[in-house]
Every structure is written in C-alpha cells, then in structure tokens.
C-alpha cells in the first residue's frame, strides 16, 4: 500500500472513530433528538412530532414504534461500539497497523450505520402513516421554515 492510500485509511479511520454519528450518538430519532445533526435526515424528528398535536392515540402508536425500534437498534449499537474499540486498538498499537484488518472493519461499520439508518427510514415512514394528512401539511411547512432559517443564518455567517 502506497503512503497517500494509508493516510487517506487513516484519515477516514480517524473520522469514523471520532465522529458522534458513528457512535450512534446523534443518528436518528431517539437518543436525544431527530434526523437533524451532523447533515443527516431530519424527517420526523420529535420535536416536529410535539408541535404536530398528535392525538392520545396516535402518541401510543407512534411511542410502540419507537421502542420497538430502540430495542432491535440497541445490538447494532453494541456491535458498532465493539468495532470501534477495535479499529482504535488496531491503529494505535505499538507497529505498523495492517490496512486490511483497518479496511475490512471499516466496512462492517459502515453496513452497521447503513442497516441503522435504512431501520430509521422504516421507522419514519411507519410514523408518517399514523399522521393525518394536515399533520403532514404542518410538517411540511415547519420543515420549509427550518430550512429558510437555516439558509438566512447560513448568509449571515458566510464570509463575504
């Protein structure tokens, strides 16, 4: 392996190691917040749900999905931790670290996140069929209110 291919493995190690989207930290509903962190979706985050007023029932719907998606994410949690701890042991051991054993974690994490977050979209798209279509008209609109703040901050910001 040439120098500039390890130090592009390491620099993408180094990321998903450090990152809070690997660790599951901000990924998804639950676990503090939405889709919203780290550019990922912001779909049904719970906060959008608070402002949507749901109805008694419609709460207890949208609570069993929740937890039933907590539960089959908790593993892949684990898993995905596991992987971590072990790239990081790999990399700075004492020695060269062996790219392939780096390389083949990195992609197991990666189908981790993927299996994560294709398990997120399920769970949104089975909360969006407990909404009413003027909870989804609300949604919308809060989105499209988020998105032109975003973008009025972003051209305050930006350097000029």
Same mark, same amino acid.
């Given at each position: 392996?040439?120098? =500039?291919?390890?130090?592009? #493995?390491?620099?993408? !190690?180094?990321?998903?190691?450090?990152? /809070?989207?690997?660790?599951?930290?901000?990924?998804?509903?639950?676990?503090?917040?939405?889709?919203?962190?780290?550019?990922?979706? =912001?779909?049904?985050? /719970?906060?959008?749900?608070? %402002?949507?007023?749901?109805?008694?029932?419609?709460?207890?719907?949208?609570?069993?999905?929740?937890?039933?998606?907590?539960?089959?994410?908790? /593993?892949?949690?684990?898993?995905?931790?596991?992987?971590?701890? &072990?790239?990081? %042991?790999?990399?700075?051991? /004492?020695?060269?670290?062996?790219?392939?054993? !780096?390389?083949? =974690?990195?992609?197991?994490?990666?189908?981790?996140?993927?299996?994560?977050?294709?398990?997120?979209?399920?769970? @949104?798209? &089975?909360?969006?069929?407990?909404?009413?279509? &003027?909870?989804? @008209?609300? @949604?919308?609109? #809060?989105?499209?209110?988020?998105? @032109?703040?975003?973008?009025?901050?972003?051209?305050?910001?930006? &350097?000029?």
């Amino acid at each position: 392996m040439r120098n =500039s291919e390890f130090f592009v #493995l390491c620099g993408l !190690l180094i990321g998903l190691v450090s990152s /809070p989207t690997a660790s599951g930290a901000h990924m998804g509903m639950g676990h503090g917040g939405g889709w919203g962190r780290g550019g990922s979706l =912001s779909l049904l985050s /719970p906060w959008i749900l608070q %402002k949507l007023a749901l109805t008694p029932e419609q709460q207890t719907q949208v609570q069993a999905i929740h937890a039933q998606r907590r539960a089959t994410e908790q /593993p892949l949690f684990t898993q995905l931790q596991a992987i971590r701890d &072990e790239m990081r %042991k790999t990399f700075y051991a /004492p020695g060269d670290p062996d790219a392939g054993t !780096l390389s083949s =974690s990195l992609q197991n994490a990666a189908q981790l996140q993927n299996r994560i977050m294709s398990d997120r979209l399920a769970e @949104a798209l &089975e909360v969006r069929a407990v909404l009413m279509p &003027e909870q989804l @008209a609300n @949604a919308a609109q #809060l989105i499209a209110r988020i998105q @032109a703040m975003r973008a009025q901050m972003q051209d305050l910001t930006a &350097e000029h």
